[in-house]
């Protein structure tokens, strides 16, 4: 691959600046371990194909394992190759206030977003992306978490103009399945606390074979896996520290409570798990320790072996 550690790292001054919370030593050590070979099997799966579309990237990450740096780091190194890309996030495609305003009315238990997509919408995102000719434009939704008082909503569009090679797309929930074994929601896990708070993650989980078509976009398919998944509730609680500190962000109560909802929705020690360690929906998976840091890149199988 046509990338030198020492002489190309200059690459990533501005990410560096930007998050100094990463260690320069250590993407280094990160680049070498993890994106450089990540890199390198997508644009060798590129190139076999010896099509013009684009390559759609799935990745699977619990709230604040640090996808988002993950993706700009990608994104450098495609760009660096003289390849496009596409980032995009599960979140840009949830359904609009006013739709989740109508689905409340018929069901109060959704309190927050959640499983909450427009999933014809990401459908026709992703397929456009991927068969985007020149002079086409693709319109992507600009989404708002904070609008609404945090409920979120849809405040305008992107415009794509340029075809891209690849097109990354990420979010907390990309890739579940529902789980076939519903007793799992009965053995105590975290979040899974109350008879009704049980009941709304079967029925979540009934639901998510309506995302199998979105899923079955993916060309490559990635897992951030966390094995201590607890860990997000102080990943969360030290975002909101700041905020904190100048009169707002959540309490860690109700941090609990947020990131709480969102694991009734897909948790990450049933559906999550089951996507890391399952060879035909997932081709790599990459184990975060509790620092954010990268422990290890595992075959579905070997993640199976050692954390199942």
């Given amino acids: 691959m046509n990338f030198d550690i020492e002489k190309d790292f200059g690459i990533f001054d501005p990410l560096l600046e930007k998050r100094p919370e990463v260690s320069p030593e250590g993407l280094k050590k990160d680049l070498l371990n993890y994106y450089l ?16 579309e684009g390559l759609i990237v799935g990745t699977s990450a619990i ?4 996808k988002t740096t993950q993706g700009e780091i990608l994104e450098i190194l495609v760009t660096h190759l003289g390849k496009t890309s596409e980032s995009l996030s599960i979140d840009d495609h949830y359904m609009t206030h006013e739709e989740l305003s109508r689905l409340r009315e018929k069901d109060p238990r ?4 959640g499983v909450t997509h427009d999933i014809v919408l990401a459908l026709k995102n992703l397929t456009d992306l991927k068969n985007m000719s020149d002079g086409m434009e693709v319109k992507i939704p600009i989404y708002d978490k904070g609008a609404f008082n945090g409920d979120g909503d849809r405040i305008g569009w992107k415009t794509v103009t340029e075809k891209p090679d690849f097109i990354f797309y990420d979010g907390w929930m990309v890739g579940a399945r529902r789980t076939s074994d519903i007793s799992i929601f009965d053995s105590g896990l975290p979040a899974l606390d109350t008879p009704e708070h049980i009941q709304f993650a079967k029925d979540i989980n009934a639901k998510l074979d309506q995302y199998l078509t979105l899923w079955s976009l993916f060309d490559f398919m990635t897992v951030l ?3 201590n998944y607890q860990i997000s509730l102080e990943w969360r609680d030290q975002a909101e520290e700041t905020l904190r500190a100048k009169g707002g962000g959540m309490s860690p109560d109700q941090i609990r409570e947020f990131v709480y909802y969102f694991w ?13 360690m399952h060879p035909e929906h997932t081709n790599q ?3 975060i320790n509790d620092d954010h840091s990268i422990k290890e890149v595992l075959t579905p199988e070997e993640a199976k072996s050692k954390y199942s």
């Fill in 37 to 52: 070979p990540y890199i390198e099997k997508l644009v060798k799966l590129k190139e076999a194909s010896q099509k013009e």
């Fill in 63 to 66: 709230q604040g394992v640090g």
């Fill in 110 to 113: 959704y309190i927050r977003r």
């Fill in 225 to 227: 896996y966390v094995p």
């Fill in 264 to 276: 009734r929705s897909v948790h990450p020690a049933i559906q999550i798990k089951n996507l890391a």
């Fill in 285 to 287: 998976v990459v184990v």
